[in-house]
């Protein structure tokens, strides 16, 4: 069981997922992340940032443009993998019960944040856990026109993974101790993108004590 623990412990341990697995399996991991719904406790925003820096610091021994574009390709990958579940398979997502790798309420969380935001769901949905994972599996089965959800697709993905990757690639590059508080770092990404689910959280917690329904 400890053996477990431990595997998982590593699994969403960004630097741990670059040191040992390289590039391929930083790549499979943003791929999973966006595109199965297995993959939405995966640290992809923290993930991105790291990255970044170890490219800066030469771990990642690649030019800083090639590591963007090789994680845009996954991302993009990864979402499209997920419109095509979703369209196949999703309405029955809908009826089947929350399991160790499925949580029903992500999804609904996820549409709710679809039907709010419309199209452009998909590109603020990459900088919100969990909601990315899912978006578009609900774009699928909403079934959205193929080439509007490739458009938005692209453009979230290079926002998200340009933004995250040159901040960690600069920071690395121009504040040399960055790297010692990677661990501070990582925890206040995770504390910040949290956020929204916190307050949606709180919200609904709120609503359900005042009896308010919606």
Wanted: charge should be positive.
């Amino acid at each position: 069981m400890e053996s477990i623990f431990e595997f998982f412990k590593e699994l969403v341990n960004p630097e741990s997922i670059i040191r040992y697995g390289g590039v391929s399996l930083l790549l499979f991991v943003v791929f999973a992340e966006t595109g199965l719904f297995v993959g939405f406790f995966l640290p992809g925003d923290s993930l991105m940032f790291t990255a970044g820096l170890l490219c800066s610091t030469g771990l990642i021994k690649m030019p800083v443009v090639l590591l963007i574009v090789l994680l845009i390709l996954a991302a993009v990958s990864g979402n499209m993998v997920g419109y095509a579940f979703g369209k196949k398979v999703g309405p029955f997502l809908f009826k089947r019960k929350s399991g160790l790798f499925f949580r029903h309420d992500h999804l609904v969380i996820a549409k709710k944040f679809y039907v709010k935001h419309g199209r452009k769901a998909l590109i603020l949905s990459r900088f919100l856990p969990i909601v990315r994972t899912f978006a578009p599996i609900v774009a699928g089965i909403v079934r959205l026109g193929y080439f509007k959800f490739f458009i938005s697709n692209f453009v979230g993905a290079v926002l998200w993974v340009t933004t995250l990757v040159l901040i960690g690639f600069t920071m690395g590059r121009y504040i040399p101790a960055t790297k010692e508080y990677l661990e501070y770092i990582v925890i206040f990404l995770i504390v910040i993108t949290s956020l929204p689910f916190l307050i949606n959280y709180l919200k609904r917690r709120f609503r359900k004590s005042e009896g308010i329904e919606g």
